[in-house]
């Protein structure tokens, strides 16, 4: 069989090559602009003279030397005007000549050969423009002019109305140019590109569906969108060859012959089994190579490749499913810039894996990228790492209506257009906050016309009793529901949490109130969170040092406390599955001093060693949390070891005391195939300070020079000081390390690094910077490309993700002291809903009868005023045995309250200490409209119950 794929192979290499240039030719168009910033409306003439201008290779905002070291209320907003000049070979004549731009901020206004071409407004979508008439071919030369609008007042200039997400809190203004540009040589007779706005084309669709996960079966369609621009018709096929990772084809099958009338497009479709398939999934960015191609006879006209993967998806009884296997959706909140010192949004593809893996190691599987829909650079890197992404399209917090509520339908059928293909994409987000239903029917629309079978879902935040979303949640709080999977979207962002071990303690705390409301535990479910930040970020400004200081890595992608503490909590699916042990901080003190020692620890119990001697065991809080009070310090080795229920180690880990700080270290962290001279390639510098044994120094804050040698632009760091240090050549190590970026230049050769610090040992290290062919102004060196896969987790597992450790228990009948009209609304699966008292004492109970007599285990409860409201109730069975008496705290959302496991009962009742049997089935007095989370501390008498429900333990 192999020796068949190479034949066939060799031979449509001879196919391909007897067809010359009308095969589908993808230049990247990236290198060799240049931009201007300020105002010049004669720039958009072909004979300008832009020689003074300064030479820029994108993707690059006009205004990146300013991201971090400027809040983002004051980044520069102007007018930048890009042009580039460039040659077509002239092979490509007679050939349609498209360019594709992932996206400027804001409007960009494009001309060639000093004619109008076309504009873009939305300031966040890739967009296209079909250059064909336009450009020259050969040795004539063309000029591209790019006016880049960046003001925060724009307003599309057909309407007068202004984007909602033109807001720097929402999609900070690094302006300009900020993603690839790539030129597409087709054909007359073509398959489509995926750039609605302009150009109005859908291109190619791939999707699966009848899974068998097992067997590793499914079928595959493809939809393609060919155009016939020729002046006759013409009878064509489409043929679908399938590769898998290693390049082998696996899988050929052709469409029927179809006749395009001259300036007719059709979509044209084909479907084939496929065997033996390798599922995308969590940390297995599996992807395959779709290649369709236009042929006649045996002439291929067109060739597309679509790199995807294969994978099922459930959204069913609360829970979310990837595979047909339960997963608790893990991750960060992230904004869609997923920005970096001195650089914005703009790095090469190799950084944006590295940040987005990052995520995967500490055991995220989802992102959720924040208010605007991600570029296309971190969708593709999310396929790779496998890596779920929840995709907004944009969005300022609010609804609205109008012209502005179009807007975001529009770049919502753009978005889900340009990355339907992308398995890494499942959730489509409608807002950040509710919107209404009539509007979020629109956006389900949207999806069933364009993407009716990718197998994603349509929600919204804050839309937690919609009927037509497909999935949930509130952006804070712990919420459950029984049918569609809900998990929050943002939680545990607080930047006043600057001490790492508070931080770290948070953390933990935060995600225990959604672990135990986790697939297994009842009917009613929580399906995750999206804890924010994952880096620190300049998007939203709400720190007192330019930027958001919430995230679990900081702005150079250095890893926190917080880091670990996912990465111990989060090993699995939904029950923890590889347990793992951290102990936050450092083992650096004065000898005698007192401490207390923390460790993360997924174990069932944690003892401490310092030197081998037994500390002996932490207290346990929030499950994964371990107190070692009042430690004294020792220098040495602290070692912490984790055990199971049966007293089986399971996990170790130690630190050790460092040495005086003696010297410098660097590290190199690059792509996987080096550094690239193409302007815009990038590698990150790492730099310790270490002892005699080459241990880190934790203590350490020196001031470190670099001095850059050879073809390489220094663009720095960040630290805690005036500006930031963003761009300074100086730069202060923070707990003994800290991190700088360089830029490669479009000249090749050897760049070396050296840095020095006072009364510390200096270090240096030397790397090349790869030659990259352009040939006037285009490269066939296309980075994304050459970006490996991370398999490093494996396949989706065929066993069960987690065991079930309690069983709800229905309830048959509910009597209230008031409002029997509203009881339902205290058990109906809607957190929007509760049931309330009268606001007297005596009417502050009610009774739920159960639907056997049982020993109860718990009560899981959702009380109105969460956040700021205590309440001292009692719990009673039908013959007034006490099953739980006390103050239920304030609380993110549910608190579960361990009951009597020695008494029987047949109904429970809830109460209010004092309240009385009588009923009183008033209604209750008028009460304007308040969210349930706060209601003040003015009704003392009052029990109100969102929601309620009763377990037992497993047998």
């Known amino acids: 069989m192999k020796n068949i794929q190479i034949l066939f192979f060799v031979f449509l290499l001879g196919v391909l090559n007897t067809v010359g240039a009308s095969i589908r030719t993808t230049y990247n168009f990236n290198p060799d602009w240049k931009i201007f910033i300020g105002e010049d409306s004669t720039a958009k003439k072909a004979d300008y003279n832009d020689s003074k201008w300064k030479s820029v290779n994108l993707p690059a905002a006009f205004n990146e030397k300013e ?86 007042k724009y307003k599309e200039r057909a309407t007068g109305s202004p984007y909602q997400w033109n807001d720097n809190a929402f999609n900070t203004n690094y302006g300009g140019l900020t993603k690839n540009v790539f030129l597409h040589l087709t054909d007359k007779l073509y398959q489509t590109l995926p750039l609605y706005s302009n150009l109005k084309t859908k291109g190619v669709y791939v999707y699966a569906d009848q899974f068998d996960i097992k067997g590793k079966r499914a079928i595959l369609h493809i939809e393609s969108e060919v155009r016939n621009e020729y002046d006759r018709p013409k009878t064509m096929k489409i043929n679908v060859m399938v590769r898998d990772k290693e390049k082998l084809l696996v899988r050929e099958f052709q469409s029927e012959e179809v006749t395009l009338q001259p300036g007719e497009t059709k979509v044209i479709t084909v479907s084939a089994s496929m065997r033996n398939l390798q599922f995308w ?84 599987n989802l992102v959720r990228w924040m208010y605007v829909t991600p570029w296309k650079q971190d969708v593709e890197s999310c396929d790779r790492v496998g890596l779920i992404e929840t995709m907004p399209a944009g969005d300022a917090g609010k609804d609205v209506d109008g012209r502005m509520w179009e807007q975001r339908k529009e770049l919502m059928r753009d978005a889900i257009i340009y990355n339907r293909n992308n398995p890494s994409i499942i959730f489509y987000e409608s807002g950040n906050s509710g919107i209404s239903e009539a509007h ?87 399906s995750g969170g999206a804890s924010a930040l994952f880096s620190d970020s300049n998007t939203p400004f ?56 923390y460790v993360i620890s997924s ?69 996987p195939d080096g550094l690239h001279a193409d302007g815009s390639d990038m590698v990150l510098l790492e730099v310790e300070v270490v ?39 100086q730069l202060p190590v923070e707990a003994g390390v800290n991190r700088m970026l360089l830029r490669s230049t479009r000249k090749s050769g050897q760049v070396k690094v050296i840095a020095t610090s006072d009364h510390l040992s200096l270090d240096s290290l030397s790397f090349d910077s790869k030659a990259v062919e352009v040939m006037s102004g285009l490269s066939t060196y296309i ?8 398999l490093t987790r494996g396949g989706t597992p065929g066993i069960t993700s987690y065991t079930v450790s309690r069983v709800p228990l229905s309830v048959i009948d509910i009597t209230a002291g008031s409002n029997q009209k509203d009881v339902l609304n205290s058990f109906d699966d809607n957190e929007q809903t509760e049931w309330r008292n009268s606001g007297t004492l005596s009417t502050a109970w009610i009774t739920y009868e159960l639907a056997r007599q049982t020993s109860l285990s718990e009560i899981s409860l959702k009380l109105s005023g969460w956040r700021d409201h205590p309440y001292q ?34 109904s429970v009742r809830i109460e209010l200490p004092g309240a009385g049997n009588e009923k009183d089935l008033s209604p209750v007095a008028f009460v304007p409209d308040r969210k349930l989370d706060f209601i003040g501390d003015d009704s003392k008498d009052e029990l109100r119950i969102v929601e309620i429900e009763f377990y037992e333990s497993p047998e």
């Open 281 to 364: 999934s969590w940390g297995f960015g599996y992807l395959y190579e779709v290649n369709t191609s236009i042929t006649m006879g045996k002439k291929v006209m067109d060739l597309v490749r679509t790199h995807t993967g294969f994978r099922e998806t459930q959204f069913t009884n609360g829970v979310f499913k990837l595979n047909d296997r339960a997963l608790q959706l893990k991750g960060y909140a992230q904004p869609s810039g997923n920005d970096w010192p001195g650089v914005g949004p703009s790095v090469p593809a190799w950084l944006s894996d590295y940040s987005n893996n990052l995520m995967v190691e500490s055991n995220a």
């Open 542 to 597: 709400l720190g007192a040092e330019n930027d958001c200081r919430s995230g679990k890595v900081d702005a150079m992608r250095i890893k926190k406390d917080a880091w670990w503490a996912h990465d111990v909590m989060w090993d699995g699916w939904v029950d923890s599955e590889n347990f793992n042990t951290h102990i936050v901080g450092h083992w650096n003190d004065k000898e005698g001093v007192r401490k207390n020692v």
């Open 440 to 526: 979020l029917a629109e956006m389900k629309a949207i999806r069933d016309e364009f993407d009716p079978d990718g197998g994603r879902a349509v929600g919204c935040g804050e839309m937690l009793d919609s009927k037509v979303a497909e999935y949930g949640g509130d952006r804070n709080y712990v919420d459950k529901s029984s049918s569609k999977p809900v998990f929050s979207m943002e939680y545990g962002r607080d930047e006043r949490l600057c001490n790492q071990d508070t931080f770290a303690m948070e953390t933990v705390a935060r995600w225990y109130d959604f672990w135990r409301e986790r697939p297994g535990t009842g009917r009613r479910v929580n």
């Open 691 to 729: 002892d005699a044994d080459g241990q880190r120094c934790p203590l350490a804050n020196n001031m470190v020079s670099f001095e850059v040698k050879g073809p390489a632009e220094y663009i720095g760091g960040i630290a805690q000081g005036e500006n930031n240090y963003v761009g300074s050549k």
């Open 783 to 790: 980075p994304a490309t050459k970006q490996p896969y991370s």
């Open 603 to 671: 174990g069932d119990r944690v003892e401490l060693f310092l030197n081998n001697k037994s500390l002996g065991f932490g207290t346990q809080t929030n499950r994964f949390w371990y107190t070692f009070n009042d430690v004294a310090f020792k220098p040495g080795e602290l070692r912490a070891v984790s055990y199971d229920k049966s007293g089986n180690t399971i996990s170790t880990t130690s630190c050790k005391t460092a040495g005086e700080p003696k010297s410098l270290k660097m590290n190199l962290i690059q792509g």
């Open 873 to 906: 109730i009692r719990v009673l069975n039908e013959i007034g045995e006490v099953l739980w008496e006390g103050e239920v705290g304030k609380s993110w959302g549910y608190v579960n309250l361990p009951l009597n496991k020695n008494i029987v009962s047949k």
């Open 67 to 152: 991201a971090f070291k400027v809040p983002v209320d004051q980044l520069t907003d102007t007018v930048a005007w890009y042009r580039k000049t460039f040659c077509i070979p002239s092979e490509h004549k007679g050939q349609k000549v498209f360019i594709e731009f992932e996206g400027a901020r804001q409007s960009a206004e494009v001309w060639v050969n000093g004619q109008w071409v076309g504009l873009h407004e939305n300031g966040v979508m890739a967009f296209g423009f079909d250059l064909t008439k336009y450009v020259k071919f050969g040795k004539k030369k063309n000029v591209i002019a790019v006016r880049v609008d960046h003001s925060p």
